[in-house]
């Protein structure tokens, strides 16, 4: 007989508080199994986005059981974050793993049949699994092995240790990003934050593609949140950087765009330095020129070149999106020597979002695509943010 949910997935919160990472797939195909399924099991998304990769048990090899996040049903629920049924047998139901609005994976409950009530208990599961994994993967390097299918740089770890999540939103905005090469990225990084009413955005891009660049891009996230935490201002966060870099790391330039967005008013404040602008997307269309301002110096100078940052205002419209690149997206170079071009981006932007296409699905699409226009090799870093600002519907997709 099933047991009631609540009892279920009670005693499922009150083992994981001392369970070990790589006992959790084997309590979440016990709370399945307490809840009449026949097994449950936890697949994670690799680095790239490219696999879904089953969490393995103590002496288990997860990554044979790989499935592919194109062309099957558990990419399906993955890519369009919904729960799929598979209708042979046995039955078996694919359910997003999501933390907030990020997801990480999907679920796969297996059973004889399934009833309304065993849905219910399955999406109760992978609310409460998705939580596990995220809580325990800050102290283990299970998930982290899991979801890599290859040995990553030291500057790539470094840079992706300082990383938020990619995705992030409330019920009034979303912010999303992508970046490769995973396992190599040297120089460029991103952050995106909430705070008392306004989400922060940063996208940074360093000279080079080393340890040092991936040194300059971490000391600026870190110049970047210290600042943000004790009060300052954009131009604060900028002259921050750009002392730190010219103390610490001579030599060591760094472009960017740092960004404030009021989640009441819509009012847009950013700071670009030396970096490409930032683009306006409005109804699915870009509003040509919107975010462009003139030049300035990148950061890293120091005092000889010291001067003013202009901080730059606009106001959105609700539904508008921000979208803030690296030149690494837009001068990828294919093996004939054609660049991917900023009118592709923008192309493949507005006709994802256009579509409908939830904002983590869209970049993870485009990034694919500039891999696929680079054969899998870039050799600069590509990193994209996208933010929207959705005050008046309440909506967390982009």
């Known amino acids: 007989m099933a047991e009631e949910p609540g009892a279920a ?17 084997q309590l979440v195909d016990e709370a ?29 090899d997860g990554e044979a059981g790989a499935l592919a996040i194109e062309g099957t049903v558990a990419g399906w629920a993955y890519r369009t974050m919904s729960l799929r049924l598979s209708h042979r047998r046995p039955l078996a139901v ?30 109760q599961l992978a609310a409460v699994t998705a939580l596990t994994v995220v809580s325990k993967s800050g102290f283990s390097d299970v998930f982290s092995r899991a979801a890599r299918r290859r040995p990553m740089t030291t ?17 009034r905005v979303t912010s999303t990003a992508a970046l490769e090469p995973a396992y190599e990225i040297g120089g460029d990084a ?8 306004r989400l922060h955005l940063s996208v940074v891009d360093a000279m080079g593609h080393d340890l040092a660049a991936g040194l300059a891009s971490a000391v600026a996230l870190a110049g970047c949140r210290s600042t943000r935490r004790a009060g300052g201002t954009l131009t604060d966060i900028t002259d921050r950087i750009d002392e730190d870099l010219h103390r610490w790391q001579p030599g060591g330039l760094l472009t960017g765009v740092f960004a404030d967005l009021d989640l009441g008013t819509g009012q847009l404040a950013w700071i670009n330095a030396g970096h490409p602008p930032p683009l306006l997307i409005r ?51 294919s093996a004939t020597g054609r660049q991917f071009g900023e009118d592709q981006l923008i ?9 409908g296409e939830p904002a983590p699905e869209a970049l993870r699409r485009l990034i694919h695509a500039i891999l696929d226009h680079h054969h899998g090799q870039l050799q600069d870093d590509a990193t994209i943010v996208l ?3 959705h005050p008046e519907t309440g909506d967390t997709r982009l």
């Open 32 to 60: 399945a199994r307490l809840l009449g399924m026949e097994s449950a099991t936890v697949y994670l998304a690799d680095m790239q986005e490219d696999q879904l990769v089953p969490l393995p048990s103590p002496g288990e």
């Open 283 to 333: 109804a699915h269309h870009v509003v040509p020129g919107a975010l462009e301002a003139s030049g300035e110096l990148p950061l890293g100078l120091g005092p000889d070149y010291e001067h003013s940052r202009t901080v730059h205002e606009t106001q959105l419209e609700p539904g508008d999106r921000v979208l803030i690149h690296t030149d690494g997206v837009t001068e990828a170079r």
């Open 347 to 355: 192309d493949f932007v507005t006709r994802a979002l256009a579509a």
């Open 190 to 197: 991103f952050d995106h934050g909430l705070d008392d009413g």
């Open 94 to 123: 694919w359910l997003p793993l999501v933390d907030g609005i990020a997801r990480i994976g999907v679920l796969q409950i297996v059973a004889d049949r399934i009833t309304p009530a065993m849905l219910d208990g399955a999406t």
């Open 387 to 389: 933010a929207e600002w």
């Open 155 to 171: 500057a790539a770890e470094m840079v992706w240790a300082f990383l938020p999540p990619l995705t992030l939103g409330t019920d």
């Open 9 to 25: 997935l009670g005693l499922f919160l009150e083992r994981s508080h001392t369970a070990a990472p790589l006992q959790v797939p």
